[in-house]
């Protein structure tokens, strides 16, 4: 292997080991004001896009443990390296791929050691963000209790408005 490839290959191999989540990308036709747009909006998660040959992802990934296969990889590929929300990173791919008129079709990403299909990309995409899955659990935590406090506040209001009523039928009477 000469000493570019085999420099692209370490490069590639060190950035699976990096970011252990990311997504593989087929495109085409897309305009450089989109992905260099793109890319600032992936930088700013804290993550990467490359544009890479085929044959060096593959051995990239297999040279990081993870067995692709180059048949699944038709077309010009892209690998979007997630950086600190893997699901704010996928959500991104697929704006981006409604944006272009699916000029971008994912085909395939890793999270957390495993390989998942690009329909299981997408369904991972629409999950909401880690803090709006954190209020939601919350949420959830907080409402018996808020519904507790609720029905106790208005067993001790009707109390209180029953003697309010009995004393000003009292004062009417006498």
Do not use: W
Request: contains cysteine.
């Amino acid at each position: 292997m000469r000493a570019e490839k085999q420099f692209l290959l370490d490069e590639v191999k060190q950035q699976i080991e990096q970011h252990p989540s990311f997504v593989i990308m087929k495109y085409a036709g897309l305009k450089a004001n989109a992905i260099s747009d793109f890319r600032r909006e992936i930088a700013d998660l804290g993550g990467d896009v490359e544009m890479v040959r085929k044959t060096i992802l593959v051995k990239a990934a297999q040279a990081a443990g993870i067995e692709l296969d180059i048949g699944t990889l038709p077309g010009h590929i892209g690998i979007v390296f997630a950086g600190k929300d893997a699901i704010q990173a996928t959500k991104a791919v697929f704006k981006l791929s409604e944006s272009s008129e699916k000029a971008v079709e994912v085909l395939g990403g890793n999270f957390e050691g495993q390989f998942y299909g690009g329909e299981d990309v997408e369904k991972l995409s629409k999950l909401p963000d880690i803090d709006t899955m954190r209020a939601q659990l919350l949420s959830s935590f907080e409402a018996p209790m808020a519904q507790t406090l609720a029905v106790m506040d208005s067993l001790l209001s009707s109390i209180v408005y029953c003697l309010d009523n009995k004393s000003k039928q009292n004062e009417s009477a006498q």
